[in-house]
């Protein structure tokens, strides 16, 4: 009877808290959809302040080119020309006709050829001519600019240039097949350093892979290790992925584990590459930090396997892991800051 009432209290409970909850997320919607419309009303203001601002940005520019430009021209026409910009707009302004220059130039030639004085009437000292618009006037200055750019100027050192030149393209030529010839020797270099590539770490993985299976179940009894290729058909591209599966769970990603048998997992691949590729000796500072006194006789274990055919050298704090060592080296300061380092031979011991 008391089971059954404290269960209907729960229910209970659990069905006020419910309301609540519905209530909650109610409200909760109301004020997410009133903040999204003022997040959307400040994202269009500050994109019309954006535009504004570019705006502006580029008026301020174009007003700084047009000055720039007009001091360029004001410059221009006092060097080159020797006049201010207030009498070239008094004698050759747009209130003015426009002198025909093609028609001037054939009065000039034919004056010319007659042998009399060739005299130019300024446009404001004449009613000759056509009324001033800017459109036609900036195409006859484009047309005369592209006829002057055209002529360029006379290079008498041309032929020696061109002599130089065909010489050089000689040269680059022959250059050019000496390049294609040793890209197409490289190309068949590194076809065959990447297939060399490919069976030596083809076969280190195959022996890694083995190993690690067998050193996985000698440090999780019961357990299923393996390692896999995520693209075998690419073996120089491909990465390798660790699956491991401690007895007892049904988890094959390494997140997934504990701090202990993810330490513990590193330590089985990297026992298997020392025993796929073994090693005169081996450095490991603290890798048995992490691990509790099951695990740690687990891999001491292994330590002594690889002390068959290794030396071991090993940085650690675990009384046990210096009780299976041949040697022990401690190092401690003295009273005067001096390290002092002291060691022991405990093969001789036992």
Known sequence: EAARYLRERADDAAARAA?????????????????????????????????????????????AQRRARLEG?????????GMTPDFLVDYYG???PVLDADAALEAAQRAEEDGAPVQLALPRMTDAGTPFRREEQETRLQRAQKQLKALGKVN?????????????????VTQLEDVKNSRTDLRNIIRQVDQHVEEVFAQAYRDTAEQFVSVFATLFPGGEGRLRLTDPDDMLNSGVEVEARPAGKKIKRLSLLSGGER?????????AIFKAR???FYVMDEVEAALDDRNLGRLLTIFEQLKESSQLIIVTHQKRTMEIADALYGVSMRGDGVSLVVGQQLSQLR
């Open 156 to 172: 008498p050192l041309a032929l020696e240039e061109f002599a130089a030149l065909e010489e050089r393209h000689k040269f680059l």
């Open 94 to 96: 747009p209130h003015l």
């Open 278 to 280: 073994p090693s005169p």
């Open 73 to 81: 021209l004001e410059t221009t026409a006092l060097e080159e020309l």
């Open 19 to 63: 309301a609540q909850r519905d209530a909650i997320e109610t409200s909760r919607a109301g004020l997410d959809e009133v903040a999204q419309r003022l997040r959307s009303e400040r994202d269009e203001l500050a994109r019309r302040i954006g535009e504004l601002t570019e705006q502006l940005h580029r008026a301020e520019l174009d007003l």
């Open 263 to 271: 330490s513990l997992t590193a330590l089985a691949l990297l026992v």
